[in-house]
């Protein structure tokens, strides 16, 4: 029914076909699971599919391990003051994964590759949504890892960074770099990377397609989050970047909500916090990137510039 040894380029074509092809494949799904509602709806162009209230997901076997992933989180999630999917079941077609779960009620935040209804607020009506992302974030990032599987969850995706010389190779000859700076470099990068930063559990994809709001009076605060097929297990950093760079765009007033409400709910010192953010985006994005955010010609220690970039106006 569905095919396990294409290569890439064809598995691609595959997974690009109309709904119509996959009705067969989320019938036996839907009958195994148990599933009443048949009326099934695709999100996207995605192998991702409705039917009545609940979603199912269906991962080739290149990318199985992201579905055992969120199953494996979905059971394992702190108690969070909003409201996340539950697997309803799981299973194996083929040698792809699928998995079945409730579908978080409220409104998608942004959609497919647009901006939807994040993009339509003024940044003053974000803060509420901003405010309940900082507390989501500050309870799952507190939340005990030791009966997460390690192994399944540190298996990332990801690339790692550029050594910290060829970093400090990059910013030696830039014009724009003070001569302060450059040779402070090495040093802070360094010293951030052996600092002792507590692993925690991650999302590892905050943006809005993943968030759902409602309307509490005349604005939106965060109501779901769902997608954990990213989740990971490292330094918090890796999920506040994305959403303070990413996300947020590095908006100061976003930004600033997001720092002050997630420091003080987990009780952390600000400038350990905004140098480790910065030190990750160093590692993160070449120099013409940073340039386009602060202009460290303007700045004497990376600290003055990391206080810049993530500002957190803690009120006495």
């Known amino acids: 029914m569905l095919p396990s040894d294409l290569p890439d380029e064809e598995m691609d074509k595959f997974i690009k076909r109309p709904l119509d092809h996959w009705i067969p494949a989320l019938e036996a799904i839907a009958h ?40 494996h989180v979905l059971g394992s999630l702190p108690d969070l003051p909003v409201e996340t999917p539950s697997v309803v079941a799981s299973g ?9 779960t409730t579908r978080v009620h ?19 009506d974000r803060l509420p949504i901003v405010e309940g992302l900082a507390k989501v974030a500050s309870v799952l990032h507190d939340h005990p890892t030791s009966d997460l599987d390690s192994e399944l969850l540190n298996a990332s995706r990801r690339k790692s960074g550029p050594s ?25 990068l360094e010293s ?33 989050i769902f997608d954990f097929e990213d989740a990971g297990i490292g330094p918090a950093e890796a999920d506040l970047i994305g959403v303070l760079i990413g996300f947020f765009e590095a908006q100061s007033t976003l930004v600033d909500r997001f720092m002050n ?56």
């Not at 996207?44 to 076997?61: C, E, M, N, T």
């Not at 194996?92 to 079945?100: A, K, N, T």
């Not at 052996?194 to 005349?218: C, E, I, K, M, P």
């Not at 905004?274 to 303007?298: K, T």
């Open 32 to 71: 195994e699971a148990s599933i009443a509602d048949s009326s099934f709806r695709r999100f996207y162009h995605s192998q991702v599919f409705q039917a009545g209230d609940l979603v199912i997901k269906l991962r080739p076997p290149r990318n199985r391990r992201s579905v055992i992933r969120e199953e």
């Open 92 to 100: 194996d077609m083929d040698e792809w994964r699928w998995l079945v």
């Open 106 to 124: 409220g409104r998608e935040l942004s959609e497919w590759r647009l901006p939807g209804l994040w993009g339509e607020l003024s940044n003053e």
């Open 164 to 188: 910290i010389e060829s970093i400090v190779e990059e910013y030696a000859q830039s014009s724009q770099v003070p001569q302060v700076l450059c040779s402070d470099l090495a040093g802070f």
């Open 192 to 224: 951030e990377a052996q600092s002792d930063r507590h692993a925690v559990l991650l999302h590892n994809d905050f943006r809005g397609g993943n968030l759902a709001v409602d309307l509490q009076g005349s604005r939106y605060r965060l109501s779901a």
């Open 261 to 316: 409400t997630y420091a003080s709910n987990r009780g952390l010192d600000v400038k350990r916090l905004q140098c480790g953010l910065l030190s990750r985006l160093l590692r993160r994005e070449s120099l013409d990137d940073v340039s386009s955010r602060v202009r460290l010609g303007d700045f004497r220690t990376w600290e003055d510039v990391g206080a810049h970039l993530f500002p957190c106006m803690q009120e006495d």
